[in-house]
């Protein structure tokens, strides 16, 4: 007998993360700010612009910030309904095709052809549908160029006013289990932050309010 489940009415936590995040994309307009996030800006401002890779770039505003400031980037993400905003969004902010590039892809697997200067990675956190999130970090260290950088910003615990009960069992990494997960060679690279970072933000009520950041930033020795 045929399954007379629906997508909508399968649980999320047994759909795939492509059909999960594919639908979180489609049932809104739109999900994120657009803005850059705060340590991507903090960490890449003083840095000459190369070629960067933003992971799972969601609607492409890291990767935006990145292009408009002389990085030839490319932003990869699993949904292709947000892979297709950030194209809308370059071509509106009136960013060239070869400035900046979004590609539909699964970090378990995609790989690029070309070494970056810069990768990073901003809050790839994937509940309830879990992903192997440890191995895509593991695998981004061999996309980065010799002297280059990868950086790894994260959650590090949930903020006051989210669903505690609907993220009950997730286990928020830390700077150091991200370092972990990526399992440097000490003589080929060197750890340059691996740190919590407090931000203030204005909670979903208007109020002032403080999240806090894991960031590990790490850089491929020459
Ligand atoms: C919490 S959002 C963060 C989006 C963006 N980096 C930002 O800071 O606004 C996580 C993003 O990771 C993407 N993602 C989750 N699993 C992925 C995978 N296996 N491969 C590629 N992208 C993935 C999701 O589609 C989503 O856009």
Known sequence: MADPRTEEQTPAEQRSPAEYWESRYTELDRLWSGRVNRVLEDVASPL???????????????????????????????SPTAAERGRAAARELGISEASLRFEAGDLAEWSPEEPFDLVTCSFLH?????????????RATGFVAPGGRLLVTSHAAAPAWADHEALHGYAFPTPESDLAALDLDPDAWEVLLAELRDREVTTPDGEPG????GVVLVRRLR
């Not at 990085?71 to 699993?78: E, H, K």
């Not at 994937?126 to 593991?138: G, K, N, Q, T, Y």
């Open 48 to 78: 000459e612009p190369g070629r960067a890779l933003d992971l799972g770039c969601g609607e492409g505003g890291d990767a935006a910030w990145l292009a408009r400031r002389g990085w030839t980037t490319t932003g990869v993400d699993i």
């Open 210 to 213: 403080t999240v806090v950041d």
């Open 126 to 138: 994937s509940w309830p549908v879990v992903i192997p999130r440890e191995a895509i970090l593991r």
